[in-house]
């Protein structure tokens, strides 16, 4: 039997962890907290994901384990920390956070080849809502990795007939998908939160598309990458669901809610909150009208009004012209 670690017992550690043990493997599910661990080892559920029972073959502890795969299923902004906990090893990582860290505006595996030169990493990333997946509900999701090898290693770690993994050999297009897809999610929410409707969010989440589009060939990802599930799919999915994390926080935005407020009222990570300014950043001179809103109404420098205006106001375009 492979051993699995999910380094990470949120809503999506404990649904990849149920996941990884559903596809026979025997998994360990790594928890900061000592006594937090033996807890959810006893009561064999997560306080993050209530509902979902821990098979018997995972294993929830504070001790950093020996593995044949350690998934990496922390928010963006803590990965850096989490990631310098992981012992040397030959171990493939596999990325399962999505955005763009503050600072050094380095995506995942960025900033998992700065801590582990050399070692072996994949990004798993798509439209998978954790509770879902922990129900074995069917999901398709991407698995992307340079190394052919290890694609196929690892889809076939974690895969079953309801968890499709696709294989995708862009990672970098993979990344920017996962990350700015958030970041469009709080501009779909804003807009419903507005009162402005149906077709404003569908023209929304179109442009929205073309922007990931530009943004991954700028960062040496290729466009048709995020026309797949790390894009498009993961769009559809965290644009148009109430339970998605982004969207409900663009909702209460665009409905004249602080964004102090709403922040406090929650023990969930929006990671489209930190990664629009970095990603912003990171984008340098590439054309990002939306994003760049998203990353001006969370820092409050222009009021929701004020950026509907200016983006209703643009410059009328061809579709596909540059």
Not at 21 to 27: F, S, T, W, Y
Not at 165 to 181: E, L, M, R, T, V
């Amino acid at each position: 039997m492979n051993r699995v670690a999910v380094i990470g017992a949120g809503a999506w550690g404990t649904a990849l962890a149920i996941q990884a043990a559903r596809a026979g493997n025997a998994v360990t599910l790594w928890v900061r907290d000592p006594a937090r661990a033996r807890e959810i080892d006893a009561a064999r559920e997560s306080p993050r994901l209530p509902g979902a029972r821990l098979p018997e073959v995972i294993c929830a502890t504070a001790e950093m384990p020996d593995a044949d795969a350690v998934l990496l299923a922390v928010p963006m902004q803590h990965l850096r920390g989490i990631a310098t906990l992981v012992p040397p090893g030959c171990a493939p990582l596999v990325a399962c956070a999505k955005g763009v860290e503050q600072g050094t505006l380095r995506l995942p595996l960025e900033v998992l080849d700065e801590l582990h030169p050399g070692r072996p990493a994949a990004v798993l990333t798509g439209p998978n809502f954790a509770a879902e997946i922990a129900a074995g509900k069917p999901a398709a999701t991407v698995l992307a990795a340079i190394d052919p090898s290890l694609r196929a290693r690892l889809a076939g770690l974690l895969g079953t007939p309801a968890f499709r993994i696709y294989g995708n050999d862009d990672p970098s297009g993979a990344q920017i998908g996962g990350a700015a897809k958030n970041v469009v999610a709080i501009a779909a929410g804003a807009v419903i939160g507005a009162g402005l409707g149906e077709n404003a969010r569908a023209g929304l989440i179109t442009r929205g598309l073309a922007e990931l589009g530009r943004l991954a060939v700028a960062l040496g990802g290729r466009a048709e990458t995020v026309m797949g599930l790390s894009g498009l799919g993961d769009l559809l999915l965290t644009c148009t669901s109430a339970a998605s994390r982004n969207f409900s926080l663009g909702l209460a935005l665009g409905r004249g809610e602080r964004l102090a407020d709403v922040l406090a009222s929650r023990s969930t990570v929006a990671e489209g909150v930190t990664t629009s300014p970095a990603l912003v950043a990171r984008a340098g001179t590439t054309e990002l009208p939306i994003c760049h809103a998203v990353a001006e109404l969370v820092a409050e420098r222009a009021t929701l009004e004020t950026i509907i205006t200016r983006l209703l106001n643009r410059p009328r375009r061809e579709e596909y012209g540059r």
